[in-house]
């Protein structure tokens, strides 16, 4: 049974940091593709970054590029997601996802967490 957890999120105020993580188990996640996406209240499940299985490839939605970092330690079967210079429109729930291929849809990814919730202050 494939499971991932979230962890790292929480309240913080505009211009802060976070890091989430989401731990994987269940799955070669070395050969696995993972994704950070996120939904706030009233709208779609939306894009945020992904990593390629190597951690040689990554892609970022433009509103976190330049702010928003994704890595992974396949010893640790971890992907993390470092959030800087956060804002008020950061707010939402932020999922983790598995899949076979980098992609930016959520119909490419196998697996989900249950996600982690972040909320900026102003």
């Known amino acids: 049974q494939v499971q991932l957890v979230e962890s790292g999120g929480g309240l913080v105020q505009a211009g802060g940091s976070l890091r989430l993580s989401c731990a994987v188990s269940g799955r070669t996640f070395s050969r696995s593709a993972m994704g950070w996406f996120r939904q706030a209240p009233g709208k779609e499940r939306e894009f945020v970054a992904a990593?390629?299985?190597?951690?040689?490839?990554?892609q970022y939605a433009s509103s976190v590029k330049d702010r928003f970092t994704i890595s992974r330690d396949n010893a640790k079967n971890t992907v993390y997601l470092q959030m800087n210079a956060l804002k008020p429109e950061d707010t939402a729930d932020y999922y983790c996802?598995?899949?076979?291929?980098?992609?930016?849809?959520?119909?490419?990814?196998?697996?989900w967490g249950r996600g982690t919730q972040v909320t900026v202050s102003p």
């Open positions: 990593i390629s299985a190597g951690g040689g490839l990554t």
């Open positions: 996802a598995a899949g076979d291929y980098m992609r930016t849809t959520t119909s490419s990814y196998d697996y």
